[in-house]
C-alpha cells in the first residue's frame, strides 16, 4: 500500500461485500456463522474496518434511496460497486504490467540491438569478425596476415588451387604469403582482388569497396567489368554500384602509418566515406545523409580509437556541421539549419 493511498485496496471492498451478502442468508445458521467470521474478518487490521464500515455506510444510503429495498439488495449493489472498482483497478494493473513489459522488452531488447549493430547476423558465422573499437590481427592457415580494423567480418578458405578473403564487411590490412601456385583473393560483392604476394587495405561497406596499396601491386576485377584494372603501390580504386572509379595517386605511407597508430588518414575524400570508417569504431549507430553531405571533401588524420574526437575534429573544421547525439552513442551528422 502507497502512503498517499486513502481508501482501501479495491480487494479488501470486493470481500467486504461478499460478507455483506453473506450475512443476509435467509438461513439463521449461515447468517450466524457469516457474522462470527465478517466480525473475524474485520479485526485484521485497521484497513479490513474502515472497509467494513465504508460499505456500511454506503449500504445505509442505496436503502434509503431504495425505499424499501432489502439488506440483499444493497448489499449485492454493492458488490457490483466493488466489483467494478475491482475491475478498474485491474484494468489499471494491466495497464501498468503492459507498460511495464514494454519497458522490460526495450531493456533487454537494447543489449540485443546494440549487439547487432556491431554484428549483424550475417557476422556471427564469419571465420574472423572483430567488434567497434577493436584491432585484431590474425595469422590465416597458409601463413598470411590480415588485421581486421573496428565492426568486420570475413570468411576464409582455402584449397589446391587458390586462396578466398570474403569481406563480408569493414576494414582489412593484408599481407599475403607469397605462393606461386595458389593466387589469393579478396573478394566483395562489388569485385575481386587478386593477388600473389603483397600487402594492401581494403574497405567495403554502404559507401562502396576501396582498395589502397602499400606494396607490389593487384589485378581488380569489378563485378561488371570486363578487364581488370592492375593497381600498383602508392595507388588507390574506389569501386561502387555505379562501377570502378579512376586510379588515383595515395600516400601509401601515410596511409601505413595510419594502420599502426590506430589513425584514419584521408586526403581529399567525401565526408561520407569518412564517416563511414568512423561508424566501424564508433560504440553506437552513426547517423548522415550521404547524399546531403556528399560535397564535402575532408583532408584529416583522425583518431579511430576516440571517434568523439574525431567528429569534433570535424565539426571544428566544417562548421556547416550539426552534430546531435543521445547518450553519447546515438549520433547524428547533418548540415546546420538555413539561416
Do not use: C
Not at 465504508?54 to 424499501?68: D, H, N, P, T, Y
Not at 514494454?102 to 557476422?123: D, F, G, K, M, R
Not at 593497381?231 to 579512376?246: K, P, S
Amino acid at each position: 500500500m502507497r502512503p498517499w493511498d486513502a481508501s482501501p485496496p479495491a480487494d479488501l471492498a470486493e470481500e467486504a461485500a461478499v460478507w455483506m451478502v453473506q450475512l443476509d442468508s435467509d438461513d439463521p445458521a449461515e447468517r450466524a456463522a457469516a457474522q462470527q467470521g465478517f466480525a473475524a474478518w474485520r479485526a485484521q487490521s485497521p484497513r479490513h474496518a474502515e472497509a467494513a464500515e465504508r460499505l456500511e455506510s454506503f449500504i445505509g444510503r442505496v436503502k434509503q434511496v431504495g425505499a424499501g429495498a432489502g439488506d440483499a439488495r444493497a448489499a449485492r449493489a454493492a458488490l457490483d460497486a466493488a466489483q467494478q472498482g475491482v475491475r478498474r483497478t485491474r484494468q489499471r494493473w494491466a495497464v501498468g504490467r503492459a507498460a511495464g513489459a514494454l519497458v522490460l522488452a526495450a531493456l533487454l531488447a537494447l543489449p540485443t540491438w546494440l549487439a547487432l549493430h556491431q554484428h549483424p547476423p550475417a557476422h556471427l558465422w564469419a571465420d574472423v569478425r572483430s567488434s567497434s573499437g577493436q584491432w585484431q590481427r590474425q595469422t590465416l592457415s597458409d601463413g598470411s596476415q590480415v588485421t581486421l580494423s573496428g565492426v568486420t567480418a570475413i570468411q576464409w578458405r582455402a584449397d589446391e588451387r587458390e586462396r578466398v578473403v570474403e569481406l563480408l564487411r569493414g576494414s582489412l590490412l593484408v599481407e599475403v604469403a607469397k605462393d606461386a601456385t595458389r593466387p589469393f583473393y579478396v573478394q566483395t560483392p562489388l569485385g575481386r582482388i587478386r593477388a600473389l604476394g603483397t600487402r594492401f587495405a581494403v574497405t567495403y561497406g554502404d559507401g562502396g569497396m576501396t582498395l589502397e596499396m602499400l606494396e607490389s601491386r593487384v589485378a581488380v576485377q569489378g563485378a561488371d567489368a570486363a578487364q581488370p584494372v592492375v593497381v600498383a603501390a602508392g595507388q588507390r580504386l574506389h569501386v561502387d554500384a555505379r562501377g570502378m572509379g579512376a586510379v588515383e595517386a595515395v600516400d601509401a605511407a601515410s596511409v601505413e602509418q595510419g594502420w599502426q597508430s590506430h589513425q584514419l588518414v584521408v586526403d581529399d575524400r567525401p565526408l561520407p566515406e569518412v564517416l563511414d570508417r568512423l561508424a566501424a569504431h564508433h560504440a553506437g549507430p552513426l547517423y548522415f545523409d550521404r547524399a546531403a553531405l556528399a560535397g564535402i571533401r575532408v583532408s584529416a588524420v583522425l583518431p579511430l580509437d576516440d571517434t568523439a574526437q574525431a567528429l569534433r575534429l570535424l565539426q571544428q573544421n566544417f562548421p556547416q556541421l550539426r552534430l546531435r547525439s543521445v547518450a553519447s552513442r546515438w549520433v547524428w551528422v547533418g548540415l546546420q539549419p538555413a539561416p
